[in-house]
Each structure stands twice: as structure tokens, then as C-alpha cells.
């Protein structure tokens, strides 16, 4: 921790001062934080997705597709669990899935009864195909999740380079895809978007299902970011999951943890040009100061804050 540079190095002493924040930060020691979203990561998933020849795609990034999944939740300041396919999913009401080529039966059950039980499944292409022993799953594609999404794949369509398609939703949005798309035919499930051009026009993109008390939404191509991100965004919402920072520019990360008596909300600026001022609901004190806030949190370029206020 002490650099080539000496004790009078701008790296010692950030680390003095993280030093004394720590100390400071003591009381929220122990406390935790709740999140009603969880994604997928299995790393037997991951293995069999980038390891496995003959894939209809080679190029694969499991990690790649995860963040793409987080991201914009992270972005919305919505707290998101990260979870494997052995993990209780008591309490969640989203599970996203991004995809989850190879999952075992065990995560398969647990991801229908939470479907079947109420909650809201968000779910990628390519998912469901082997087994933990990486043995294509019968009955069709895809074999572990068909009458979760409510659609049969016929096959499985890889993009030529720098091929686009065109993509219409049900409500008249127009969008773009590119690099995969899903044969589907749906069977219990309706598009809520279809391809609008090539061999596969008319052909459901995105596909809603109602499975035992939940929702499913299915994503059978790549769609354009944007478009994507308001997608999953607008999924999550529709569950009953809000952000409790609406409105505050993604750079700005935010937290809550929080025990039996106190909250603690944690406010750092990742930007080093901008200072930002932060809505805050009620009033606390920010522990690395020792001031009291009220109504808004004022942030400097790189800045921080961890507020501490009673729980309501």
C-alpha cells in the first residue's frame, strides 16, 4: 500500500483517508441489503457455452452477456442479487436469465416454480438446449424451458457478418437485431414483437407467456442496446419493482443497506468532472462528515456520501 513514490504520494494518501472513512463508517458494519431482482450466473453454464464445439454460434462471451443483462439495471440503480442455479429464489419477484445454454435440473425446476409461483422470468436466447452433462435436453428446443417461454424452436438461426434485421413490436416501435435469431413457433406464448423482413418475417423476437401465476418474457435475438435495455427495464417495472432512486444519472452509483433501526444510504460519483446533487428522502446524517441532509445530497466530482437515517 505504500508505492515506489513515498508516504507523500497522492496514493498514500487516499489510503490514509480511506483508513479514517472506514472507522467512520463503523455503525453500518454488519447491516444488509435487500433486492428484489436476481440473475443467473452459472459457471457450468459459462463452461458449456464458450467450451463446446459444434455450437451454432463459436464466439460466445458468457460474461460478455451477463453485463449486458446487469447493466442496464445497475444503470436504473435497481439492487440485483446474483445467484446460481442452486439458489433459493425466495423472495425475488425477477429472475433474469441470460443465456443459460447448459443449466442442470435442478435449476430448471427452480426457475419454473418461481415462474409458477407469481414471479417474472426474463429470459435470453439459447437457453435450456443441454443438460449438466452438456446432453441435448429431448422433446424439442428448448428442451428445458418450451412451455416456460410457450414457443417451440425450430432452429437456431446465427447472423451472417453484418447482417441486420428489422423488428416490429405490437405497439408500432421499430427496432434492429443482429447476430442471432430463434425459430420460433409459439404455442402458448404471444409476440410481442416479430421479425419484419427475411425468411423469418412475421416470426415472433420477443415473446410474453403467462405460466402458472407469473410472466415470462423471452428475447429470441439480439436486439439494438437501447431498445433492449428499456425492454428488460420495462419488465422489471411491470413486476412491481421501482427504483429508489429515480431520476439519478447512472454515473452516480447508489445503495441502501440497512438493520433493524437504521437505513444507510451510500452515494459515490463516478465522474471526475461532474458534481451532481442527489434527491434524498428525509433527513440524516452523512457519517463521513457529520453533517445533517435534507432533501438532497450534493456530490463533488469523485465524491461519496453515507447517510444515515432512522429506518421508516
Known sequence: ??????????????????????KLLAPAAGTT????????????????????AGLP????????????HYTPLWSQHLPVDVVSSGSSLEGYKVLVVPNAYLIDDEGVRRITE?????????????????????????????????????????????????????????DGRKTTSTWWRDDLHLETGT??????DGLLAGRAAVVENRFGAGRVVYFATLLEQAVFDAELVGAVEAAGVRS?????????????????????????????????????????????????????????????AVIQRPRA
Request: with cysteine; hydrophobic share 40%.
Open 244 to 304: 429508489p432512486f429515480p431520476g439519478v444519472p447512472a454515473h452516480v452509483e447508489c445503495a441502501v443497506r440497512g438493520d433493524a433501526e437504521h437505513e444507510y444510504v451510500f452515494l459515490l460519483n463516478h465522474s471526475g468532472e461532474e458534481s451532481v446533487s442527489v434527491p434524498f428522502d428525509g433527513e440524516g446524517t452523512d457519517l463521513l462528515t457529520g453533517e445533517r441532509v435534507s432533501g438532497s445530497v450534493d456530490l463533488a466530482p469523485l465524491g461519496a
Open 33 to 52: 441489503s435487500r433486492a428484489e431482482i436476481a440473475i443467473l450466473f452459472d459457471w457450468d453454464g459459462w463452461w458449456g457455452l464458450e467450451e463446446t
Open 57 to 68: 454460434r463459436q464466439d460466445f462471451s458468457y460474461p460478455d452477456t451477463v453485463m449486458r
Open 114 to 170: 418461481f415462474a409458477r409461483d407469481g414471479g417474472t422470468v426474463i429470459m435470453s436466447f439459447f437457453s435450456g438446449v443441454v443438460d449438466d452433462c452438456n446432453r441435448v435436453r429431448p422433446d424439442g428446443y428448448p428442451g428445458a424451458f418450451r412451455q416456460l417461454i410457450g414457443a417451440k424452436i425450430d432452429e437456431y438461426w446465427p447472423a451472417r457478418p453484418h447482417e441486420v434485421f428489422s423488428v416490429e413490436f405490437a
Open 1 to 22: 500500500m505504500l508505492p515506489h513514490s513515498g508516504p507523500d504520494s497522492r496514493t498514500f494518501r487516499e489510503i490514509i483517508d480511506l483508513g479514517r472513512e472506514l
Open 191 to 196: 409476440a410481442l414483437a416479430t421479425y419484419g
